[in-house]
């Protein structure tokens, strides 16, 4: 920790995102992007375990370019198996197709496959760095709100992160605002139980904005570092939802200023491109900041996060990896890149 932002979390650096966005026109400098230098969050172990939990995906991936790329094909022959290999990982067309023809303007014909295979590694980081920004929670009294629909994993996530910093020593307090649902008010309680975390509630039917507002005078008094917002996500009431999650917005941002300081979406990785077509309803809110990823352990369709950050230009923040609290990662860009295809 340091300044009390998580050390790590989607550290910007504007000269290597500007080299890697500019791989096209450094074909003969290949060599001098050091992707183990990268953003090493958690060390050589969160490495290792980040490639056990991408397993599927990197099956998917990287099992299909190894054989492409130990074939006799042409270059062109390669890109275009490529081409496929993105799409059947649920890359999406429009990023699969923007990938390839990168890789076609920074290669020649006479590469060899192990330089196509750096090549689209630094293809793939370009698009994962190129809205990277540090999580926003080291603020005295940081409030973060949870956005997302029903069943894609923002309560749990809500938790994991709660665990997260009340490891790094912050006293957090989260607060069950879906109160037309009794499934969400149960689930959050049960793990503010097991966390050891407190957790304001209302009656069922209740405003939210209202239980949000009597949350904020509790942390407020308690002196609490971290207050955590779980959200109704009933995307076929979209408009009622919308202008829920606006008016719980403006009650955080009237209680502490510059809050709400995250407003995460949480989109289910295991769907793939139907994350996406989540995720453009929620895009109708103002002042996302992130995505938490959750569920992206045990699917093939991990793919889905490039198309989700180049169409929707927010950086992915953290990603779920499994059902124990403890399965949450700071999203590293560069070293997501490395798991999936090397």
């Not at 953003?39 to 290792?48: L, R, S």
């Not at 993105?86 to 006479?110: H, M, Q, Y």
């Not at 169409?311 to 997501?336: A, C, H, N, W, Y």
């Amino acid at each position: 920790m340091e300044g009390g932002k998580i050390e790590g979390a989607g550290r910007p650096d504007a000269d290597y995102r500007i080299a890697l966005g500019r791989v096209g026109r450094l074909r003969g400098r290949v060599g001098r992007i050091d992707f183990a230098w990268g953003e090493k969050y958690n060390g050589c172990a969160a490495m290792i375990n980040l490639r056990q939990k991408l397993l599927r995906t990197r099956e998917s991936i990287k099992g299909r370019i190894d054989a492409l790329l130990a074939s006799p094909k042409n270059r062109e022959e390669i890109l275009d198996a490529l081409m496929e290999i993105l799409i059947l990982a649920d890359v999406g067309i429009p990023t699969a197709e923007k990938i390839i023809d990168n890789l076609r303007r920074a290669s020649k014909r006479s590469d060899a496959p192990q330089e196509i295979r750096t090549l689209l590694q630094h293809e793939i980081a370009a698009i994962l760095t190129r809205n990277s920004a540090p999580v926003n929670l080291g603020q005295p009294h940081s409030v973060a709100m949870f956005v997302g629909i029903n069943g894609g994993g923002k309560t749990t996530s809500l938790a994991k992160l709660a665990r997260l910093y009340q490891s790094q020593g912050k006293q957090v307090m989260m607060v069950a605002a879906d109160t037309f649902r009794a499934a969400a008010q149960e689930q959050l309680t049960i793990w503010g139980k097991r966390l050891s975390v407190p957790v304001i509630r209302g009656q069922y039917g209740a405003d939210p904005a209202s239980v949000t507002y009597d949350a904020l005078q509790s942390f407020k008094a308690r002196g609490f570092d971290l207050l955590l917002i779980d959200t109704a996500g009933r995307i076929h009431t979209n408009t009622n939802l919308m202008n829920e999650l606006e008016k719980i917005k403006k009650i955080v941002s009237r209680e502490i200023a510059a809050a709400p300081h995250e407003v995460f979406l949480v989109l289910d990785a295991s769907i793939g491109q139907n994350a996406l077509i989540q995720a453009r309803e929620f895009m109708k809110f103002s002042g996302l900041t992130g995505i938490f990823l959750s569920k992206l352990d045990g699917t093939a369709k991990g793919g889905c996060v490039l198309s989700i950050i180049d169409e929707l230009q927010l950086p992915v923040k953290f990603i779920g990896i499994g059902e124990r609290e403890t399965d949450i990662m700071l999203f590293s860009p560069l070293e997501f890149a490395q798991a999936m295809i090397t």
